[in-house]
């Protein structure tokens, strides 16, 4: 699978035949919450670019009609999150190589010479990116990592990728965990992956710390007010010391980095990786380089005027 490249050719894919710009957005259910919008508007204005970036509430069970929709209106691209990351991968025409080993992708790029929607995971690329602004390589590290959904699959995958000596994968429903662990865990032999219940009584791992705790479930997006299930103290291990990492892929304040905050932790949201995912997204889809500072300008000050309507 190819994605556009640059020059005339990539420039002339980014429009209809009649001029008009190819449509571009996000889809989701809910979507209000959304950063995307600010964040790729600034990655199109940074290259003079016409495009409005739109966002879309598609219910699970109206997500193929508009993806129809969507291709016979001649889209771009479209972002992707929840609950729709597997549903599109299922759905694609084309994979990319990290969309395939993960099982859903976040990304989607319409091109009819290759058999329509083809589907990518940036959420891999942008966490690692994310992780390393904070100094931290998952290599030969023993990590934790809450939840089973699409996004739990693709931050799995990036640390197996890194070469994490371990990863535990913590799940409500353990079943789903388990179908997690048995699908990545013989792509990477080098990493010891494996599931378990979110109960800490349960844990048979917990003698030893983690460096890394990545909460991957929508929590903080669907009950922000409620309490985290699990102490941060269980999470670390024993013997934890301070530098272990705390990060939500949620971004703001959220049940899981206040839990972890009142122990003093190294806390970080999920507002760096949102913006290096988009800008994984922003290049695939026109194959120009995703101008970072402006897009992450754009990310802070949208934080920032939701934070003022809240507080009004």
Same mark, same amino acid.
């Given at each position: ?84 990351? &597997? @549903? =599109?991968?299922? +759905?694609? %025409? #084309? ?5 395939? *080993? !993960? ?49 739990? &699959? @693709? =931050?799995?995958? +990036?640390? %197996? #990728? ?5 990863? *535990? !994968? ?143």
């Amino acid at each position: 699978m190819t994605s556009p490249g640059n020059g005339e050719a990539g420039a002339a894919r980014l429009y209809r035949a009649d001029g008009s710009p190819r449509p571009v957005g996000v889809i989701g259910f809910p979507i209000k919450h959304t950063l995307s919008p600010g964040i790729q508007g600034a990655a199109f204005a940074g290259h003079n670019l016409p495009h409005q970036y739109q966002k879309w509430e598609v219910a699970p069970a109206d997500l193929p009609a508009f993806l129809e929709k969507a291709a016979r209106e001649d889209f771009l691209g479209l972002n992707v999150t929840l609950p729709h990351k &597997r @549903a =599109v991968w299922e +759905a694609a %025409a #084309a994979r990319s190589e990290e969309a395939e *080993a !993960v099982g859903a992708a976040n990304t989607l790029l319409l091109d009819n010479e290759q058999g329509g929607w083809l589907a990518h995971n940036t959420d891999v690329g942008g966490f690692l990116t994310a992780l390393e602004e904070q100094g931290y390589n998952p290599a030969k590290q023993r990590t934790m990592v809450i939840g089973a959904g699409g996004a739990a &699959r @693709a =931050v799995v995958f +990036a640390l %197996a #990728a890194a070469e994490a000596s371990e990863i *535990a !994968v913590v799940n409500r429903t353990w079943e789903k965990a388990t179908e997690l662990v048995s699908q990545l865990g013989p792509l990477f032999p080098q990493t010891h992956m494996y599931s378990t219940p979110i109960d800490p009584s349960a844990w048979p791992f917990n003698r030893n710390p983690r460096t890394l705790v990545v909460n991957a479930t929508s929590q903080g997006l669907l009950a922000p007010d409620e309490e985290f299930p699990v102490d941060p103290d269980h999470m670390a291990g024993r013997d934890a010391d301070r530098r272990t990492i705390f990060f939500d892929l949620t971004y703001g304040d959220t049940p899981f980095l206040r839990a972890a905050g009142a122990k003093a932790a190294h806390l970080v949201d999920g507002l760096s990786m949102l913006v290096y995912q988009a800008a994984l997204a922003f290049e695939w889809w026109t194959g120009l380089p995703a101008p970072h500072s402006a897009m992450m300008a754009a990310a802070k000050a949208a934080l920032a005027e939701r934070s003022q309507e809240h507080s009004g």
